[in-house]
DNA sequence: CCGATTCGGAAACGAACGCTCCCAAATGGA
DNA sequence: TCCATTTGGGAGCGTTCGTTTCCGAATCGG
C-alpha cells in the first residue's frame, strides 16, 4: 500500500557505488551522491538511512556480484586452471580500464575504511573466506586433475593475493600486458609440468 | 637568520602520516593533524602549503624510506634468496601489526587518492619503478646464482604484487603465518630445485 | 640594541558537511 | 471517494571543513 518507489534500488546502489569508488569514500558528500543517483538529500536518507549505511550495501551488493561471476566463470570453464586463466583475464581487463572506477571496489573500501570501519571489516572479511572457498575448490580440483601443485587453500591464498596487489597497481595504472604477464608468471610456477629451468 | 623552529620536520611529517594511514586522507582533518602532531593550524599551513601538499610530503618521505630500507634488506643479505625472505618477513610482521597504521601507506594512498590525485600518482608510480628495478635486479642475481628461474623483470613484477595483496589483506586483519605460509608458495613457484609434485 | 625577518598560534572566514524536518504528491484499502 | 501511509524533495539545522589573517614572540646581522 502507499505510495511506491520511483527509483530502482539497484540502479541508485550501482551509482553511488561508482561514485564512492571514483573519489573515496569520505570524500563523496550527500549532495555528489544526490547528484550522481538523482535522488534528493531527502530521499536517500529515507532510503537509505545514512551515508555509512548506503557505502555497506553499495559493498555487500558489490561482494556478492563479484563471487557469483567468479563462481560462474569458474565452473563454467573447461578446466580448472582455464577457469584461473579466464578469472585472471577478467581482473586485467577491468585492472587496465582508464576510468576511475578502475581496479576492486573492495580493495578501495579495505584500504580506506577497513582499518576504521567495523561493519565494512566485516563484510570483507565475510567475503575473502567465501572468495577463498571459492577459489581453493578450483585449485583442489586442478590438483585432482593433475593441472596444479600445491596445497590447495595455501595456493588459493596466493592466488587472491596477487589478485589483490594488482588491483592496487590498477589504481595507478597499468597494461592489460602487464597485467597479465604477471598472472603467466604465477600460474607457470603453481603448474607441475613447466619447462623452466 | 629570522627565528627558527622550534619543530623537528621529519617529526611532524612522521605523526601526520600516521594519522592520514589510520584514518584516511579525506576524513582526516586540519585539526586532527593540528592535535596529532603538536602544530597549530596557523603553523601547519605556514610551514606546509596545504593539506595536498602536506600529505605529499609525507609519502614521498615514506617512499624513499621504504625503498632504503628495502635496499639494505636485500643487499645486506647473504643471498637473493636470502634477501627477499628477509623482506617477505618484514612485510608480513608490518601486515599482521594490530595498529590502525597496519599494511602500507602507499597501499592506503593508491587505493583511495591515485585515480584523483595526478600528483600522489606520480610519486607512487615512480617509487613502483624504482622498486621494481631494485626487485628485478635482486631476481638476477638468483637467477644468476641458480636459486631462482623466470625473466627477472617479470617475477620481480609478480614478487611487488603479492607483496601489495599482501598489504591489502593487513588492512582487514591477517596473521603474520598466513601471510608467510603466503610467501612461501610463491617462492616455492619460483625456485628450481623444489620437490613438489 | 635595533630592525628586518620568520615563526607560533588564536580568531575568524565563507563554504560545505551530514543530517532532519516538513509538506506536497501519490498510492491502495475501506 | 476519502484516509492512512509512504515517497520525493527542498529548506534549514548546527557543526566542521580548509584556509587566511593578524599579531606577539623570537632570532640574528648590523
Known amino acids: 500500500m502507499a505510495r511506491p518507489r520511483e527509483f530502482d534500488e539497484d540502479v541508485v546502489l550501482d551509482r553511488a557505488r561508482n561514485a564512492f569508488?571514483?573519489?573515496?569514500?569520505?570524500?563523496?558528500?550527500?549532495?555528489?551522491?544526490s547528484s550522481a543517483t538523482g535522488?534528493?538529500?531527502g530521499s536517500i536518507y529515507k532510503a537509505f538511512a545514512s551515508k555509512d549505511?548506503?557505502?555497506?550495501?553499495?559493498?555487500e551488493d558489490y561482494t556478492d556480484t563479484a563471487r557469483a561471476g567468479l563462481a560462474d566463470t569458474l565452473r563454467g570453464?573447461?578446466?580448472?586452471t582455464a577457469g584461473l586463466r579466464a578469472w585472471f583475464k577478467g581482473?586485467?581487463?577491468?585492472?587496465?580500464?582508464?576510468?576511475p572506477t578502475r581496479g576492486c571496489y573492495a580493495v578501495e573500501?579495505?584500504?580506506?575504511?577497513?582499518?576504521?570501519?567495523?561493519?565494512?571489516?566485516?563484510i570483507?572479511?565475510?567475503?575473502?573466506?567465501?572468495?577463498?572457498?571459492l577459489v581453493a575448490d578450483t585449485v583442489r580440483r586442478g590438483v585432482d586433475a593433475g593441472e596444479l601443485i600445491g596445497e590447495?587453500?595455501?595456493?588459493?591464498?596466493?592466488?587472491?593475493?596477487?589478485v589483490n596487489g594488482i588491483q592496487v597497481e590498477a589504481r595507478k595504472g597499468i597494461s592489460y600486458a602487464d597485467a597479465m604477464a604477471t598472472f603467466d608468471v604465477l600460474l607457470a610456477g603453481l603448474t607441475p609440468t613447466d619447462p623452466r629451468s
Request: hydrophobic content about 55%.
Open 109 to 122: 573500501l579495505a584500504a580506506e575504511r577497513a582499518a576504521v570501519d567495523e561493519r565494512i571489516r566485516a
Open 77 to 80: 570453464a573447461a578446466s580448472p
Open 91 to 99: 581482473i586485467a581487463a577491468a585492472a587496465s580500464d582508464p576510468s
Open 152 to 162: 590447495p587453500e595455501a595456493v588459493a591464498r596466493l592466488l587472491t593475493a596477487t
Open 39 to 41: 535522488l534528493s538529500v
Open 53 to 59: 549505511q548506503l557505502c555497506a550495501m553499495t559493498l
Open 21 to 33: 569508488w571514483s573519489n573515496g569514500v569520505a570524500a563523496t558528500s550527500i549532495s555528489a551522491l
Open 124 to 133: 570483507l572479511v565475510d567475503h575473502d573466506r567465501r572468495l577463498l572457498e
